[in-house]
């Protein structure tokens, strides 16, 4: 198992979280973003900056994943298309998304996405709390300690 971050937009305490598990669990953590990382000295943590553009950290990350790896994102459409290679996806709250709803995520970021379209103001999500971290930590170690050896 290789974790991959969508790193742009996720959030310093789950990089953090993240940086800590893959140190602990010694497994190959990738962040990738269209911008340059700041990342701890570690065997085990990299950072792949790709070029600027639509999508370009996505497609990238879709590119270089493999079944029974692990992608951080919050990111529906990413997190469907990796799911389709056999991937595992956690969102920075520690939900698990996987086969069984990821078309239902599709499909409510599609209405939302129209609303806005339409000019209804929908507001983003909540700024993540501790509860939140503490979702995401539970569940990461919950998949960590699943991987094969």
Known sequence: MQIWVDADACPRVIKDILF????????RTTLVA????????????????VPHGFDVADDEIVRRVEAGDLVITADIPL?????????????PRGER???????ERLNL?????????????????????????????????????????
Not at 34 to 49: C, G, Y
Not at 97 to 103: A, C
Request: no cysteine; proline share 7%; aromatic share 4%.
């Open 20 to 27: 800590r598990a893959a140190e602990r669990a010694q497994v």
């Open 97 to 103: 998304l996987t086969p069984e709803n990821i078309r």
């Open 79 to 91: 997190a469907s298309a990796v799911i389709e290679r056999g991937a595992l996806v956690l969102d």
């Open 34 to 49: 269209n911008q340059l990382l700041a990342v701890p000295p570690s065997p085990w943590i990299t950072a792949l900056q």
């Open 109 to 149: 970021r599609d209405f939302m996405q129209g609303l806005r379209d339409a000019g209804v103001e929908t507001g983003g999500p909540a700024s993540l709390n501790q509860s939140d971290r503490q979702a995401f930590a539970r569940a990461l170690d919950t998949l960590l300690a699943k991987r094969p050896k």
